[in-house]
């Protein structure tokens, strides 16, 4: 989502964009079609197409002959470094990474990481959207040429808080004007640590909770959680909401489920991942990760709250967001970098 937000306003900016999906369309493609950027799938994989599909790609670069050829995570920045090695016209190009992610799980990443940690000296820039990624990839052995931090940027006119909206989804899943709601959005993935915010919704019978992310329709869940599945309007489901989960037991960098509800005027009550205090400040709880009870206690001390206490910390919330995390400050970032003429001319 970040990719395509910052993508199309770049677009807009005269920043000629073009995406390449190491896989298929995806569910964003579109988005990014409407607003005249093309995507190639390459659905790359590691058979004897592989080869065919590199020079497709390295075809692609030379017929486009891009400034700045950006990879994005891990298995996009390795694709792209090779794609940069092969295509013509080297010394005319940059060569950013950007890494999402910060402690993650070596027995599921290890072959990727090892790759990833040997060629972190090739890219001209490496962009990591967190401080605990950046410290946990140095950590590991990363050694980038030139290092920058830019934090995920929210786009706070979408999303934002809409009392309309807010009584006609409430509404539809028949919950109640004085209802506590929590949403939760992320796929089903160990990562996300669904079994744990699940344990702790099991013991807070009177909080209710909507689960948003491919996978959630196939869980076992409690009578208090409703599952919708992956859905594109997210922020939608925000707005009917007043808390903002997240129960990630390791791997984030930046959250945008978090820093999007916050904007959208809710509480955020998030595991102790990533850039999580970062992001939340003074404006929500904070809790460690795997631990079901201390999620549940910080889900009902928010939920117990009177409701103008609790909307006013949502609020506080928003205003954190739109002061330190808007999508414009974050494109703002990436076009000085781009622009950045010691990068552009290959200097330290």
């Not at 390791?250 to 999580?276: Q, Y």
């Amino acid at each position: 989502m970040m990719l395509a937000q910052l993508a199309c306003r770049l677009q807009v900016r005269g920043f000629k964009q073009r995406v390449v999906s190491l896989s298929d369309r995806g569910v964003l493609a579109d988005v990014l079609e409407r607003s005249g950027i093309p995507v190639t799938e390459l659905t790359l994989a590691a058979n004897l197409s592989a080869g065919s599909k590199l020079i497709a790609l390295r075809r692609l670069i030379t017929d486009f002959e891009p400034d700045v050829l950006q990879g994005w995570m891990y298995h996009g920045n390795l694709v792209a470094s090779l794609a940069h090695l092969l295509a013509p016209q080297r010394p005319k190009r940059r060569l950013f990474w950007n890494v999402r992610a910060s402690d993650v799980d070596s027995a599921r990443y290890g072959r990727v990481l090892a790759w990833s940690r040997l060629l972190s000296g090739t890219p001209d820039v490496v962009i990591f959207n967190s401080k605990a990624g950046m410290d946990f990839h140095l950590s590991i052995g990363f050694h980038p040429r030139q290092i920058e931090i830019i934090a995920n940027g929210i786009d706070t006119d979408k999303f934002r808080p809409d009392s309309a909206t807010r009584k006609i989804l409430r509404e539809e899943y028949g919950i109640g004007p004085d209802d506590v709601l929590v949403v939760h959005v992320a796929r089903v993935d160990p990562m996300k640590d669904h079994s744990n915010f699940l344990a702790a919704m099991r013991l807070l019978p009177h909080v209710k909770a909507i689960l948003v992310g491919a996978g959630t329709e196939q869980l076992e869940l409690p009578q208090n959680v409703h599952a919708s599945g992956p859905r594109l309007d997210v922020e939608q489901l925000y707005r009917a909401a007043d808390i903002v989960a997240s129960s990630s037991a390791f791997g984030e960098g930046f959250s945008n489920v978090i820093a999007e509800g916050m904007s959208s005027g809710l509480v955020p009550i998030t595991t102790d991942v990533g850039d999580a205090k970062i992001i939340v400040g003074n404006a929500g709880m904070i809790v460690q990760p795997g631990n079901a009870q201390a999620f549940a206690e910080a889900l009902s001390k928010v939920a117990g709250l009177a409701p103008d206490a609790r909307r006013n910390l949502g609020l506080q919330a928003r205003e954190r967001i739109v002061r330190q995390f808007s999508m414009g400050q974050a494109v703002e970032i990436f076009e000085r970098l781009y622009m950045d003429r010691a990068v552009r001319e290959g200097k330290d």
